[in-house]
């Protein structure tokens, strides 16, 4: 009997070897302990728990003109972002007293704005990131003539928005091209005043921006384009084109709910690519959620309006540049100075 157990604990023994070289060659996983606890029912059927997230509520600030044609999908559709989130979606605001007054007094958590203006707030202190940039420029050079920049000098050129993006650009590209010096600008209190004076024939070579060439298009047919602003800037500093507008959130959103960033930035940029790949059902959501501008204006206006996705840590230098830019022209467009890092949100 005792050599019985004798060779039943060696063999035992072996057994217990053997497994122990089995687990030790077994490769150890990297998969975290998800333990979202995955339960089973009634069935035996495994039931996958998600993650908890309190209950979050936001506000969403969404401009007219291009960053309307831009964001019209997301409006119109209103894409769920989780389980516990909700917000509303403010379309499509006019000027830029309502985007500052979002800003300064906090009550819209995403906001989407002039790039410069988001810099400028961001010297004040307001707790807010730029998370992507969406619009990439709309500004051309036009003329009643077939004209070529060489044809520029000695010619007088009516703009608009004196001080602010559209003259900056203007000027910064004359000024690379060597004719700033030999061309006259006069300015216009608005777009709009160029478009009307262009089709009255009383200016023939001006700045204008889209979706107002579109509307001279169908006015007159003498519209020809001298100059593609965006395409100059690319070539000229060796980027996409200067980022116009971009989409701000609030530290509190991304700090203490950075589970709602990554849905909301992918809803965003499915929204822009529905406005390039589809202009015509993106023109109808934008006049039924409240952009006021005929619907074939919008259908024709998207393309030239140069809407892109890009989040802030694929287009930083393309945005630093630009301040850049405006900052040598008038520290004042930018408040001041240029903003720091933390002004990115550069996703982690």
Known sequence: MKRFLAIFIFILGLVGCANEDQQSETPLTTTPEVVEQNQTNDSGEE????????PISFDMLVPSGSTAMALAHLVATTPELGDHVTYTVQPYVQGSDPLVAAFTSETSQVIVAPTNLGATLYQKELPYQLVA?????????????ELTFDDLAGRKITAFGQGSTPDIVLQTIL???????????????????VQSMFA????????IAEPSLSVLKTKIENVNVVVDFQEQWGELYGVTSYPQASLFVHKDLIENHPE???PLLAQVETSVKFAN????EMAKEA???GLEMPEPIITASAPNSNLMFKTAEE?????????????????KTVGGALPEDEFYYLIK
């Open 260 to 262: 709602v960033i990554e």
């Open 175 to 193: 000024d690379e091209k060597g004719i700033l010096d030999s061309v006259e600008v006069e300015y216009l209190a608005s777009v709009s005043d």
């Open 47 to 54: 039931i996958k728990l998600t993650p908890q997230f309190d």
């Open 133 to 145: 940039t969406l619009v990439w420029g709309n500004l051309y050079l036009i003329s009643n003539e």
């Open 277 to 280: 790949q589809s202009p015509a």
């Open 315 to 331: 287009a930083k230098e393309e945005i630093e540049l630009y301040l850049e830019k405006l900052y040598e022209f008038d520290p």
């Open 287 to 289: 006049i039924e959620t």
């Open 200 to 207: 009255a024939g009383e200016i023939d070579v001006a700045v």
